[in-house]
């Protein structure tokens, strides 16, 4: 079963815009990543936050990390065409499986 | 350096055939995952191999089996196919996998899409 439940399962906005993306997990993580997939093709490795950070930045990335309350977020700054992927986060515990969440399928219109 | 290669790229079986798929990590690599991609199911832990073992297996029946070779070289094993086997099989791999408590990214190849008339 998966551990993550992503919010919204899809989200299409204009280029220029700001994509923020939902992931809520149900048992406590070590880490939390986040991945984008084009259409059938393999993961890319995105972003990792570690549990005892709250907000990480990367480019026009960033994430935030609520361990409270098992959520973690994705905003997409400027949005491009070029992001229109799906997006995964993914959670981890020492010894353990990674387990992918649900995805958000992003669409960035130009 | 080169990134994960899975071969075949894309598979046709008929139900009951078994199939192999490969995967090829990145060089120094030695932890070797399988997923498998569904539209219904989304993404899928099958196993995971370091150093020749299987480390962490997800929740699939025993006809996907899989191992890992002295070059971290993987393959996985499909026997008995069926309808509902038809899908995309990703291979990541990573350093440490499992055993650096989700701090190892997992780097993925293209994938292999398999289906089963």
């Known amino acids: 079963s998966q551990q993550g439940e992503e919010d919204p399962q899809a989200l299409s906005i204009q280029e220029g815009e700001n994509a923020t993306m939902n992931c809520s997990y149900k048992?406590?993580?070590?880490?939390l990543q986040w991945y984008r997939q084009n259409s059938g093709r393999g993961l890319v490795h995105l972003i990792l936050?570690?549990?005892?950070?709250r907000e990480k930045h990367s480019g026009r990335l960033r994430v935030t990390l609520d361990t409270s309350k098992k959520s973690s977020s994705l905003l997409i700054t400027a949005s491009r065409a070029a992001d229109t992927a799906s997006y995964f986060c993914a959670t981890a515990t020492f010894g353990d499986k990674l387990i992918f969440g649900t995805g958000t399928r992003l669409q960035v219109f130009p | 350096k080169a990134g994960v290669t899975q071969t075949p790229r894309y598979l046709i079986k008929t139900r009951g055939q078994q199939v192999t798929l490969s995967c090829s990590p990145i060089?120094?690599?030695?932890?070797v995952s399988w997923y498998q991609q569904t539209p219904g199911q989304g993404l899928q832990f099958l196993f995971e191999y370091f150093s020749e073992t299987q480390r962490n297996k997800g929740n699939f029946p025993g006809r996907f089996s899989g191992r890992q070779f002295s070059n971290s070289r993987s393959e996985m094993n499909v026997s008995t196919l069926e309808l509902g086997d038809s899908a995309l099989y990703l291979c990541?791999?990573?350093?440490?996998?499992?055993?650096?408590?989700?701090?190892?990214?997992?780097?993925f190849g293209p994938g292999t899409r398999l289906t089963v008339l």
């Open positions: 060089s120094g690599h030695r932890s």
């Open positions: 936050i570690r549990s005892n950070e």
């Open positions: 990541a791999s990573s350093l440490v996998g499992a055993g650096a408590g989700g701090t190892d990214t997992q780097y």
């Open positions: 048992t406590s993580i070590n880490n």
